[in-house]
């Protein structure tokens, strides 16, 4: 995923994106599905959606990390509650504010 970071910040977000996915599904191969590693690399991919306003996807992402560090961490966790701040940004960019009101805005 250090890779992808690079490419993501160097003009190259395609190969970035390629690079997140493939690391989600080899991590969903030799982890698994809901292994806790799985919340940072969904972190970092919806970080790259929002460097490229794609905010519905970043949504996406962001939800899937904030379920991981929730069950890995729990929601009282530093982690976690950051990401849920992440989350409801993203939801009022999307103009869903009835789910950002219900996570807690």
Same mark, same amino acid.
């Given at each position: 995923?250090?890779?992808?970071?690079?490419? =993501?910040?160097?003009?190259?977000?395609?190969?970035?994106?390629?690079?997140?996915?493939?690391?989600?599904?080899?991590?969903?191969?030799?982890?698994?599905?809901?292994?806790?590693?799985?919340?940072?690399?969904?972190?970092?991919? $919806? =970080?790259?959606?929002?460097?490229?306003?794609?905010?519905?996807?970043?949504?996406?992402?962001?939800?899937?990390?904030?379920?991981?560090?929730?069950?890995?961490?729990?929601?009282?966790?530093? =982690?976690?509650? $950051?990401?849920?701040?992440?989350?409801?940004?993203?939801?009022?960019?999307?103009?869903?504010?009835?789910?950002?009101?219900?996570? =807690?805005?």
């Amino acid at each position: 995923t250090t890779l992808a970071g690079i490419l =993501g910040y160097t003009s190259r977000p395609a190969e970035a994106e390629q690079c997140y996915l493939a690391s989600i599904e080899l991590s969903r191969r030799l982890l698994s599905s809901d292994h806790q590693n799985l919340a940072g690399v969904f972190e970092r991919y $919806a =970080g790259l959606l929002r460097h490229l306003n794609r905010y519905h996807e970043a949504v996406e992402a962001t939800r899937r990390a904030v379920e991981l560090r929730d069950s890995a961490q729990g929601a009282a966790h530093a =982690g976690t509650v $950051a990401l849920k701040a992440k989350l409801i940004e993203l939801l009022h960019r999307t103009k869903d504010r009835n789910a950002a009101e219900a996570l =807690g805005d």
